[in-house]
C-alpha cells in the first residue's frame, strides 16, 4: 500500500525553526551568529522578506530576538517585529535588491521544508511508523519512506 501526503508547512516554535535554520545554513555554507550585525558599511543592500505563517513562530519569541547567518557579504536575519510578526532582513555588499530577495526566499524555503520535515518525522514517530529511506528527488522535494507494523 502507498500513500501520498501533501504537507502545508505551518511554523509553530521558535526553538524547531532555528534548528532548521542552522542545519540548512551549515549546508549552504553559511556561519551562525548570535546577534544581528551592526551596519557599519554604507554600501551594503537591505530587503525585508516578510515571513508567512510566523504568528505561532513569533508566540515563542521575544521581542527584539534575532537569530541570523552569514556566508560571505551575505546576513540573513530573522526577528520579531514590535508588532508580533517575524521578518527576515537579507542585507549584503554587491548584490542588487532583487538579488538579496532571491538569495532570501531560497533560504526561507528551505528552512520552511526542513522545519517540516522534522515536524512531519517527529509526529509519524510518535504515531508508530519506523523511517525506512528518504530521498531528495531532483525538484528539491523529499521522499519518506516509512512503515507501522499493527
Same mark, same amino acid.
Given at each position: 500500500?502507498?500513500?501520498?501526503?501533501? &504537507?502545508?508547512?505551518?511554523?509553530?516554535?521558535?526553538? #524547531?525553526?532555528?534548528?532548521?535554520?542552522?542545519?540548512?545554513?551549515?549546508?549552504l555554507?553559511?556561519? $551562525?551568529? !548570535?546577534?544581528?550585525?551592526?551596519? @557599519?558599511?554604507?554600501?551594503?543592500? !537591505?530587503?525585508?522578506?516578510? *515571513?508567512?505563517?510566523?504568528d505561532i513562530?513569533?508566540?515563542?519569541? +521575544?521581542?527584539?530576538? +534575532?537569530?541570523? &547567518?552569514?556566508?560571505?557579504?551575505?546576513? *540573513?536575519? #530573522?526577528?520579531?517585529?514590535?508588532?508580533? !510578526?517575524?521578518?527576515?532582513? *537579507?542585507?549584503?555588499?554587491?548584490?542588487?535588491?532583487?538579488? $538579496?530577495?532571491?538569495?532570501?526566499?531560497? &533560504? $526561507?524555503?528551505? *528552512?520552511t521544508?526542513?522545519? +517540516?520535515?522534522?515536524?512531519?518525522?517527529?509526529? $509519524?514517530?510518535?504515531?508508530?511508523?519506523?523511517?525506512?529511506?528518504?530521498? @531528495?528527488? !531532483?525538484?528539491?522535494? &523529499?521522499?519518506?519512506?516509512? +512503515?507501522?507494523?499493527?
Amino acid at each position: 500500500m502507498c500513500s501520498v501526503i501533501v &504537507i502545508v508547512p505551518i511554523i509553530v516554535a521558535w526553538p #524547531f525553526f532555528m534548528a532548521a535554520a542552522g542545519s540548512v545554513a551549515l549546508r549552504l555554507g553559511y556561519h $551562525l551568529q !548570535k546577534e544581528q550585525i551592526e551596519e @557599519t558599511e554604507e554600501t551594503r543592500q !537591505k530587503v525585508e522578506v516578510d *515571513v508567512k505563517g510566523s504568528d505561532i513562530l513569533s508566540e515563542s519569541m +521575544t521581542y527584539e530576538e +534575532t537569530f541570523t &547567518i552569514q556566508a560571505g557579504d551575505v546576513d *540573513v536575519t #530573522f526577528m520579531k517585529t514590535p508588532r508580533g !510578526k517575524v521578518k527576515m532582513i *537579507v542585507t549584503g555588499e554587491n548584490h542588487s535588491n532583487d538579488e $538579496l530577495r532571491n538569495i532570501g526566499n531560497d &533560504i $526561507l524555503d528551505k *528552512v520552511t521544508q526542513q522545519y +517540516t520535515l522534522a515536524m512531519v518525522k517527529k509526529e $509519524l514517530e510518535s504515531r508508530g511508523f519506523e523511517m525506512n529511506e528518504e530521498d @531528495t528527488l !531532483k525538484d528539491g522535494s &523529499i521522499k519518506l519512506n516509512v +512503515t507501522r507494523w499493527d
